[in-house]
């Protein structure tokens, strides 16, 4: 077994635990969206479908210098696999990569009209992409009275390290939306993740997201959003690496345009600039963004009532390649079927389905994913259980 696929096999582990450690008891289920493309929420605690993930791009558009190697997680792939977006560098930081939050990214702040943040317009494409993995995952989630949740997560895998993992999360049950929000994750060997959120005023958002291994930092991420009647702002520093900057201003209700600065200290030649547009209604959506690094498109179209397609494609001028992806989702009250194939010859799966139960709330997943230019298969199962 070569090195890159086992690198391969380690990225989807990583993936679906992800996906599985910063859920609330209702994200276990398999219903959808009911407005899986529209881009623009104003959340009713009363209405509001359960919080969906955050993507957050840790390499700044996937062209970043590399960092040094954390125990906590396996190594990066060196070969880009299905659900690995920015494979060329093109788009705009953190519209690519797996999610890393429980939070809905398009929880507007009360009374806000404007168009989300730039970050977070392929959305609607990118959700449908499936989180492929390898191996086995068994995650028991329990909360409490005070609104704090105990989690624990058992993984194993041929490929990646395994093992034990404690979660430690504290939100408001009555009110998902609601801020502060905290994360902790610690493994028995010391590694330690954390995400903190907090509302400094209504129309502000601040997160820092951080990774200690060996007794030190290994990742660092600020975030400070701002909302506006009309636009959204964005700052995003990541360690000493790079701080991006992301401006996005809605033209018309259907059409928003924006911009992004990436300034790097150690890697001058990878700073880049890039614009960005979305058009979409409730039904379609459109978004790309240019820049000096390379061209993202994406489209998705919501086909009623169960089934949503997508496609993308990517273009990196300086590494002068070019990705095009498929992807659909089709979602039911009980079901959720995600699946993707690329012009890499990567085609992957995944199928989640609810349990239910009486005093805990169950889900199932399974992963398949298969690599035809190897003529490689890769499975993955994973149960996650909600006591209630």
Known sequence: MNKKESDTKSFWSLSFLNLLKL????????????????????????????????????????????????????????KCTAGDRGKTGAGVTGSRTGPVSGRDPNDLPAGAVNPGLLRHIHNAARYRLPQCFEGGCVSVKQGSQNNWIFGHTLSFSSVSPGGYKLLLSYVDKNKPTALPYFVMEAAPG?????????????????????????????????????????????????????????????????????????????SAELSSASGAGRWYNEDHSVSATLGNRGLDLCYARAIKPYLTVAAMLEVGFAIRRAVATLAYEWHTDEWTVRGSADSDGLVGATMQRSLGGKRAQLACNISALLNHPNDKFRLGFGITAAII
């Open 23 to 78: 859920g609330l008891f209702e994200t276990i289920h398999a219903k959808g969206p009911s407005d899986p493309i529209s881009p623009r929420r104003r959340p009713c605690p009363a209405k509001d479908p359960a919080p969906s993930p955050d993507p957050c791009d840790k390499s700044a558009g996937g062209d970043a210098p590399p960092i040094k190697v954390c125990k906590c997680k396996p190594p990066q792939p060196s």
């Open 190 to 266: 010391g590694q330690m993740s954390c995400e903190v959120r907090v509302g400094p005023s209504q129309g502000t958002r601040a997160t820092i997201v951080s990774q200690i291994a060996d007794g030190e930092f290994y990742s660092f991420e600020s975030i400070f959003d701002a909302y506006f009647s009309k636009f959204t702002a964005s700052v995003i520093a990541v360690n000493r690496e790079f701080i991006a900057l992301h401006y996005l201003q809605a033209v018309t209700d259907k059409l928003s345009l924006g911009a992004e600065i990436v300034a790097r200290g150690h």
